[in-house]
């Protein structure tokens, strides 16, 4: 299992698109498994692969045997493969699911290279701004409290400002080695087996308590929960659509979603699921149940609902799905052309106000003599 643990999902994705080109070649699945872990130079990628051919020929379903890596396989993923057993599409499943993961992944990566360089500058100058009031600020202080003179108003402030945040930073680097100190001590502790379970499954927990508070937090800001919605409907549909493709009920391919949510079982698009398909099964139409939970904009429900009396649920749920992502996308880009210039220019305002304040004593002191 050390091989399986040290492999990265998109190699598990690129396993899974090469085993259902072998399949769709008409090779056999035990064969295929064994030419891909021969012909991998990853040693975990190889040990996946025959770990995945021990499961079949001990009776496991490919499913099955794909659902007992969750790191690895999305519930989505192993919900496709187990449909297709049944229909005998396998290698087209196969790389229906790939291809679904590996959209997602390159969706993710792109947002988050786009949102790179403005992070990167926003950091910076934060940087330069709390170095200035750190170290350049106290000096002056100094230097000022020789010349027993009232000071200005706007050096006064500016003189406090920089000693609150030297205190707060002497809090937060306590702060920070405590919490390397705890992340030591549970990293030792993990490498007991008795206690590794227990401590991964509260680590999850408590992972899964701060990206609900981080989603809480980024959807009570306007422009970002409009923002996230979007891209949230853009996974979601792309997801449920190559689900309701490959002939599974919707009730099921919601549920199913659910179990593979990321954030967990209480996760905000977990739960979301769940509501969905408990509306779903109560009798519900999809486009009713969306209304419901208040999380769709009414481009999407009124879209939806057309597509359900027409029959072409999945393939709108795809069309709305691209058309999200590229707005997506869209506002990404108008946000990055702001975001440089106004991170410089609240740099600059700052910096020339506590050189201002730095100033005014020296200039009139000047006055004075």
């Known amino acids: 299992m050390t091989g399986v643990k040290a492999v990265r999902v998109t190699q598990a994705h690129t396993l899974m698109r090469q085993l259902g080109e072998l399949l769709t070649a008409g090779i056999d699945i035990v064969e295929a498994l064994d030419v891909l872990s021969a012909s991998t130079a990853n040693v975990g990628v190889a040990a996946l692969a025959l770990r995945l ?11 099955d045997a794909l659902g007992d890596h969750p790191r690895l ?24 699911a790939a291809n679904l993961c590996e959209r997602q992944a390159a969706y993710r990566i792109a947002i988050r ?13 934060i940087g330069l701004m709390t170095g200035l ?8 202080a100094q230097l000022f409290a020789s ?3 009232p000071l200005p108003v706007l050096t006064q402030w500016i003189i406090a400002l920089s000693a609150g945040l030297r205190d707060g930073l002497a809090s937060l680097l306590r702060g920070v080695g405590l919490g390397a100190a705890i992340g030591v001590t549970l990293a030792l502790l993990r490498a007991t087996p008795a206690l590794r379970t227990p401590i991964d499954a509260t680590c999850a927990r408590w992972r899964g ?17 409009s923002w996230r919605r979007n891209a949230r409907f853009a996974g979601w549909g792309m997801a449920l659509a190559t689900l309701l493709d490959a002939g599974i009920p919707l009730h099921d391919a919601l549920r199913a979603m659910a179990d593979g949510d990321p954030g967990g079982a209480q996760g905000t698009q977990a739960m979301l699921q769940r509501f969905l398909a408990g509306k779903i099964a109560h009798g519900a139409t999809l486009a009713q149940a969306m209304r419901a939970s208040h999380a769709f904009n009414e481009d999407a429900l009124r879209l939806t609902a057309v597509a359900e009396r027409t029959g072409a649920l999945a393939s ?6 691209r058309r999200q992502r590229a707005a997506v996308h869209d506002r990404i880009e108008q946000c990055i052309r702001w975001i ?13 106000v506590v050189i201002l304040a730095l100033y005014l004593p020296i200039i009139k002191l000047g006055e004075v003599i």
């Open 316 to 321: 709108m749920l795809g069309a709305l799905a």
């Open 113 to 125: 290279r786009a949102l790179a360089y403005p992070i990167f500058v926003c950091c910076v100058s």
């Open 73 to 96: 396989f999305d519930r989505t993923s192993v919900m496709l493969v187990r449909q297709s057993e049944r229909a005998g599409t396998l290698g087209e499943a196969l790389c229906d």
């Open 209 to 225: 308590r701060g990206r609900r508070v981080l989603s809480t937090c980024a959807d009570a800001v306007p422009g970002v929960a």
């Open 147 to 149: 010349f027993d003179a």
């Open 340 to 352: 440089e210039p106004a991170a410089l220019l609240v740099c600059g305002a700052v910096v020339g």
């Open 133 to 140: 009031m750190i170290w350049s600020v106290p000096a002056f």
């Open 53 to 63: 051919k021990r499961q079949l020929l001990h009776g496991k379903s490919l499913s």
